[in-house]
């Protein structure tokens, strides 16, 4: 009789650094100590070379280096000059940063709900927020790329033009990631993008980056990142430290040489989950009657930073995960209207139905470019299970 190997599962992380690591160890190491014999830690050549690298990467003529995803949003909106008085529209359903930083540039932020196949900022709410009393005092629009996939620009150029707005990328979640071809970072009047660890582009440790299409953005945003200082110690405004330090900068200049290989691996991982989904007979089109899979605009270059799909009875399921020691996240559990500290805001429950609803359903499934098939196939294997 011959033995039946037992098969033994292996965990499966939601993002596994260590293997990105090690493949690129040692470029990595030298690059840091190229920055550390320098000596010159803070905006150093490493900063601007990254700079240059990010601009050409995004199309974008302008890029500037500073210290988190969170205060690239601040300084594109106040390098855009927009402050006290000044309202901003954006969705409830994003990472808190967007909101806090409209917030910390002295701006009101006003919240229009999600496009239900996208859980991008929808266009037509944005619309009804300017027609509304409130839509007086906008000034920008900032949708978030969310995932992965850039917002409906056609339209929210469309917006810009008609109502004489600024137009605002958060684009944390969308290093390389396109509309209609064009790179987010050159979409709008200026992007902000994050390079927190987890994200596609990755530093090690906080840094982010502002892009624009504009000669004034870009001047003021390089003041502002730095004091508000133009000569030493004279401070012509206020400012912040911001500013990104050179051991980062020399990190992301590195990474970035593989990313368009990371986002296309990315791409074939959603593919695959797609694939095994419809294998195991799971999909369907609503989520009261099974799992619905992510959908792309087909004018948007999806980089899919995170495979998102929507489910029923998602808690349980992600328990279901849990125990088997399989990774999964939710982005994100509570809207940003709904948030404790933002109740100021004047919003309530049921004022955004289709970002609540995605609050409950939304799953995030491992995702990295390192991630395995077999590890995949597991994955799909015990969601069928919960299922069965
Ligand atoms: C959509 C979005 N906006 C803003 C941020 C803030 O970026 P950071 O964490 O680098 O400050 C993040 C990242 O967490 C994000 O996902």
Same mark, same amino acid.
């Given at each position: 009789?011959? $033995?039946?190997?037992?098969?033994?599962?292996?965990?499966?992380?939601?993002?596994?650094?260590?293997?990105?690591?090690?493949?690129?160890?040692?470029?990595?190491?030298?690059?840091?100590?190229?920055?550390?014999?320098?000596?010159?830690?803070?905006?150093?050549?490493?900063?601007?070379?990254?700079?240059?690298?990010?601009?050409?990467?995004?199309?974008?003529?302008?890029?500037?280096?500073?210290?988190?995803?969170?205060?690239?949003?601040?300084?594109?909106?106040?390098?855009?000059?927009?402050?006290?008085? $000044?309202?901003?529209?954006?969705?409830?359903?994003?990472?808190?940063? #967007? =909101?806090?930083?409209?917030?910390?540039?002295?701006?009101?932020?006003?919240?229009?709900?999600?496009?239900?196949?996208?859980?991008?900022?929808?266009?037509?709410?944005?619309? !009804? =927020?300017?027609?509304?009393?409130?839509?007086?005092?906008?000034?920008?629009?900032?949708?978030?790329?969310?995932?992965?996939?850039?917002?409906?620009?056609?339209?929210?150029?469309?917006?810009?033009?008609?109502?004489?707005?600024?137009?605002?990328?958060?684009? &944390?979640?969308?290093?390389?990631?396109?509309?209609?071809?064009?790179?987010?970072?050159?979409?709008?009047?200026?992007?902000?993008?994050?390079?927190?660890?987890? !994200?596609?582009?990755?530093?090690?440790?906080?840094?982010?980056?502002?892009? #624009?299409?504009?000669?004034?953005? $870009?001047?003021?945003?390089?003041?502002? *990142?730095?004091?508000?200082? *133009? *000569?030493?110690?004279?401070?012509?405004?206020?400012?912040?430290?911001?500013?990104?330090?050179?051991?980062?900068?020399?990190?992301?200049?590195?990474?970035?040489?593989?990313?368009?290989?990371?986002?296309?691996? *990315?791409?074939?991982?959603?593919?695959?989950?797609?694939?095994?989904?419809?294998? &195991?007979?799971?999909?369907?089109?609503? =989520?009261?009657?099974?799992?619905?899979?992510?959908?792309?605009?087909?004018?948007?270059?999806?980089?899919?930073?995170?495979?998102?799909?929507?489910?029923?009875?998602? $808690?349980?399921?992600?328990?279901?995960?849990?125990?088997?020691?399989?990774?999964?996240?939710?982005?994100?559990?509570?809207?940003?209207?709904?948030? #404790?500290?933002?109740? #100021?805001?004047?919003?309530?429950?049921?004022?955004?139905?289709?970002?609540?609803?995605? &609050?409950?359903?939304?799953? &995030?499934?491992?995702?990295?470019?390192?991630?395995?098939?077999?590890?995949?196939?597991?994955?799909?294997?015990?969601?069928?299970?919960?299922?069965?």
């Amino acid at each position: 009789m011959t $033995d039946v190997p037992t098969r033994t599962q292996q965990p499966v992380p939601m993002l596994d650094f260590s293997r990105q690591f090690a493949t690129l160890r040692q470029e990595i190491l030298d690059s840091i100590e190229a920055v550390c014999t320098s000596q010159h830690f803070i905006l150093g050549p490493q900063v601007t070379s990254f700079e240059l690298a990010a601009a050409t990467a995004c199309a974008a003529p302008h890029a500037i280096g500073c210290a988190s995803g969170t205060d690239a949003i601040w300084l594109a909106l106040a390098a855009a000059n927009i402050g006290l008085g $000044d309202a901003v529209i954006t969705t409830p359903f994003s990472f808190f940063a #967007t =909101v806090s930083a409209i917030l910390r540039c002295g701006a009101t932020p006003l919240l229009a709900d999600i496009d239900p196949a996208t859980f991008n900022l929808s266009a037509p709410a944005v619309e !009804k =927020v300017l027609h509304s009393p409130a839509g007086s005092n906008v000034k920008a629009i900032l949708p978030v790329h969310l995932y992965g996939q850039c917002a409906d620009w056609d339209a929210f150029t469309a917006l810009k033009q008609h109502h004489n707005l600024v137009l605002i990328e958060d684009a &944390a979640q969308a290093f390389g990631a396109t509309w209609n071809n064009i790179p987010a970072g050159a979409l709008g009047d200026a992007a902000a993008f994050s390079f927190y660890p987890t !994200k596609n582009l990755s530093a090690m440790g906080d840094a982010g980056l502002v892009t #624009t299409t504009s000669a004034a953005i $870009d001047d003021h945003a390089r003041v502002l *990142r730095a004091h508000g200082m *133009r *000569r030493r110690y004279y401070h012509d405004e206020i400012g912040w430290n911001s500013r990104l330090d050179s051991i980062q900068a020399a990190v992301l200049e590195v990474k970035l040489r593989y990313l368009p290989k990371w986002n296309q691996q *990315r791409r074939d991982h959603a593919a695959r989950y797609d694939q095994l989904f419809h294998a &195991a007979k799971l999909t369907a089109s609503s =989520v009261t009657e099974g799992i619905v899979l992510p959908i792309t605009d087909p004018r948007a270059g999806h980089v899919f930073h995170q495979y998102v799909i929507r489910v029923p009875r998602r $808690d349980a399921l992600r328990q279901h995960l849990a125990d088997q020691k399989i990774g999964s996240e939710i982005y994100y559990p509570l809207p940003l209207h709904l948030q #404790t500290s933002l109740t #100021t805001l004047g919003y309530k429950q049921g004022d955004f139905p289709i970002s609540e609803a995605a &609050a409950h359903e939304v799953l &995030a499934l491992p995702m990295y470019p390192e991630l395995r098939e077999d590890e995949q196939q597991t994955v799909v294997d015990a969601i069928a299970t919960f299922y069965a």
